[in-house]
């Protein structure tokens, strides 16, 4: 069973900067691409960046290209978002997700998924 563990939301004023962290076990982590994706109130889910298995290609959202950076440690089992210069609009709750595949932007693609964390961003 492949689990998810996500961390390092909270509130934070614009301008600020946080890293959020998300933990995999069960599998090989190696074997997945992995991707953030969030989800404010009223709103759906939607992509934020992914990263692919190896960490050589990345894709980001409109939205936060130039602020936002996914990494990946494939010996610590863990993939980042660094978030810097933090909007009100970044306000929502943030997800990871693992693919067997390849990097996809569609959440739909993805395979297994953390329970989220919030991050709040206030103006």
């Known amino acids: 069973q492949v689990q998810l563990v996500e961390s390092g939301g909270g509130l934070v004023q614009a301008g600020g900067s946080l890293r959020l962290s998300c933990a995999i076990s069960?599998?090989?982590?190696?074997?997945?691409?992995m991707g953030w994706f969030r989800q404010a109130p009223g709103k759906e889910r939607e992509f934020v960046a992914a990263?692919?298995?190896?960490?050589?290609?990345?894709d980001y959202a409109d939205s936060v290209k130039g602020r936002f950076t996914i990494s990946r440690d494939n010996a610590k089992n863990t993939v980042y978002l660094q978030m810097n210069s933090l909007k009100p609009e970044d306000t929502a709750v943030y997800y990871c997700?693992?693919?067997?595949?390849?990097?996809?932007?569609?959440?739909?693609?993805?395979?297994?998924w953390g329970q989220g964390t919030q991050v709040t961003v206030s103006s």
């Open positions: 997700a693992a693919n067997r595949l390849a990097l996809r932007t569609t959440p739909g693609a993805y395979d297994y």
């Open positions: 069960g599998r090989t982590f190696s074997s997945y691409a």
């Open positions: 990263i692919s298995k190896s960490g050589g290609s990345t």
